[in-house]
């Protein structure tokens, strides 16, 4: 059974500048620059021809011109005991209404809803126990600020994952574009 999701790709020269702020944070699993997405739908563990129905229907999305977006700066998901570290995505209503486009899609072929509220966002690293709120607020003092990076998103994916903890390598299953031409 395949895990899936969906999302937006992270250009290279943004993963690269991404890559800059791997480290100094003791446990801290870092994602592989390569692995870098906007998650805009989990979808889960779904057989073959849910997959299947899945892609088809993300073909379906509405045609929206291409997505600029910029991610300016570094925080962490878990207050208490912080769990990850991301990069923040600069609030995009374009953004928001695809995702809200993918959950009704998804909804439609009766899959439950997804209930957290998307907070876009990059994950840079997920965090063992050894990463202390302390140590967490430590690391995003040196490291949170940074100068926008801004890049258009011309397409988004339908991503699989093998089952591991931490998720990655992630594969790109089919990709949609955002412009007129719809369609995988």
């Known amino acids: 059974m395949p895990r899936l999701f ?4 992270i250009p290279l020269a943004i993963g690269e500048a991404l890559a800059r702020h791997r480290g100094g944070l003791p446990g801290a ?3 592989e620059p390569t692995d870098y997405h906007i998650t805009l739908r989990f979808i889960g563990d779904v057989d073959g021809g849910l997959a299947e ?6 073909g379906e999305t509405r045609p929206r011109g291409v997505l600029p977006l910029g991610l300016d700066g570094l925080a ?4 208490e005991r912080p ?11 374009g953004l928001d209404e695809l995702q809200a486009e993918q959950e009704r899609l998804m909804r439609r072929l009766g899959l439950k809803p997804d209930t957290r509220r998307f907070t876009p966002h ?3 690293a997920r965090l063992r126990r050894e990463a202390t709120p302390e140590a967490v607020a430590h ?3 040196l490291q949170g600020a940074f100068a926008p990076l801004a890049f258009t998103a011309e397409r988004f994916a339908l991503y699989s994952a093998r089952d591991s903890v931490g998720g990655g390598p992630y594969v790109v299953e089919a990709a949609y574009p955002l412009d007129e031409t719809g369609g995988p």
């Open 139 to 141: 690391y995003l003092a």
């Open 6 to 9: 969906t999302g937006i790709e």
């Open 83 to 93: 769990n990850a570290v991301f990069a923040r995505v600069v609030p995009s209503p």
């Open 76 to 79: 962490s998901f878990g207050r």
């Open 29 to 31: 699993r870092w994602v």
């Open 53 to 58: 129905e899945i892609a088809v229907a993300l």
């Open 122 to 124: 990059v994950t840079l």
